[in-house]
């Protein structure tokens, strides 16, 4: 598993040679420095810990800072861990940029969505609402009966209402790098991966 961590930038479009237009999100990936090696041996499974986004020491905390100086690595405002790194020749210290993937690879892409606030039934799972006729004046994105009969008499866990949408963890898997611009770190990876401008991701090779 070969992973990197990168900034969304945006989206764009990129033309092929044969017109085709593609839709494509740019992102900022890396360069990443191996800030921690984990070996099951040691710490009962095999990870590289990425820093990503310099950080003034001033902004880091003291528990932090003794991570860097074990790492003798400068901080770092992002973390991330990539489980099953094919970490044989890497070492604390060294630097991933994006020449670690090629055009053509799969990729799967970890981010955090947008948040959309406290919604409606509506907008967080597409009801339909309620009847516009009939003397309903103010049903219209009502959720509707939630209740059950005499039995067992209470609302069912895990109905679906009104609530907090967005924030969560989602990964995208079977996206392509379309195209790679190592002189500015940039991926260029087909359609839209989770998360808001300037949020972070991770990018990770996924097995064919």
């Keep these: 598993m070969l992973g990197i961590i990168g900034k969304k930038l945006g989206m764009s479009q990129v033309f092929e040679l044969n017109g085709d237009l593609i839709p494509v999100t740019i992102v900022e990936a890396g360069p990443c420095q191996v800030v921690q090696v984990k070996t099951p041996e040691k710490d009962g499974y095999s990870a590289v810990q990425l820093g990503f986004g310099k950080k003034p020491e001033k902004r880091a905390s003291k528990p932090e800072l003794g991570h860097f100086k074990a790492a003798n690595t400068e901080p770092y405002r ?3 861990e990539i489980r099953d ?3 044989d ?3 604390v210290g ?3 940029t994006v020449n670690l993937f090629k055009v053509g690879d799969k990729v799967k892409v970890s981010g955090t969505t947008i948040g959309k606030g406290f919604q409606g039934v509506v907008k967080r799972y597409n009801f339909k609402g309620g009847p516009k006729t009939h003397g309903q004046s103010d049903r219209h994105r009502a959720p509707g009966s939630i209740g059950a009969s005499a039995y067992p008499s209470h609302v069912i866990k895990g109905m679906k209402m009104p609530g907090r949408m967005g924030g969560n963890n989602k990964t995208l898997r079977g996206l392509s790098i379309i ?5 500015n ?3 260029y990876i087909k359609g839209a991966v989770p998360g808001a401008k300037n949020g972070i991701v991770t990018i990770r090779r996924q097995e064919r």
């Design 78 to 80: 992002h973390l991330s």
């Design 179 to 183: 195209k790679i611009d190592p002189d």
């Design 85 to 87: 790194f094919e970490s």
């Design 89 to 91: 020749h890497l070492k």
């Design 185 to 187: 770190n940039l991926l």
């Design 94 to 96: 060294e630097s991933i």
